[in-house]
């Protein structure tokens, strides 16, 4: 499956941004759908998953109450939408999609090329 991110770009502390992740390929509802983000110097980190029909999500401690993943199987397309952004927020955001429940990056199959995220503050 090829996966392509988009929606990026700067925003000011306290403001939202909707990422979405367009997947093309091979079936898109067999696989969970996970975004992770990564800011300079650190490791990936895990941002959110979602199960096959959306009835399951799971978040990052950092996020949580903050950061919502949905996804949309007719459209082959999985969102995150992010409120109340912080500045340590900053990263490059990739969506990911894997076969099993997992907040691991390296247990995600398939992967976007990113798209950067910029808090200002």
């Known amino acids: 499956v090829q996966l392509q991110a988009s929606g990026g770009g700067l925003v000011q502390t306290g403001g939202s941004l909707r990422l979405s992740c367009a997947a093309s390929?091979?079936?898109?509802?067999?696989?969970?759908m996970g975004w992770f983000r990564q800011a300079p110097e650190k490791e990936r980190e895990f941002v959110a998953f979602i199960s096959r029909t959306g009835g399951l999500t799971n978040y990052g401690d950092s996020v949580k109450g903050r950061f919502t993943i949905s996804r949309d199987n007719a459209k082959n397309m999985v969102y995150l939408q992010m409120n109340s952004l912080k500045p340590e927020d900053t990263a490059v955001y990739y969506c990911?999609?894997?076969?099993?429940?997992?907040?691991?990056?390296?247990?995600?199959?398939?992967w976007g090329q990113g798209t950067q995220v910029t808090v200002s503050s």
């Open positions: 990911a999609a894997a076969q099993i429940y997992t907040s691991t990056p390296e247990r995600f199959d398939y």
């Open positions: 390929g091979r079936t898109f509802n067999i696989y969970v």
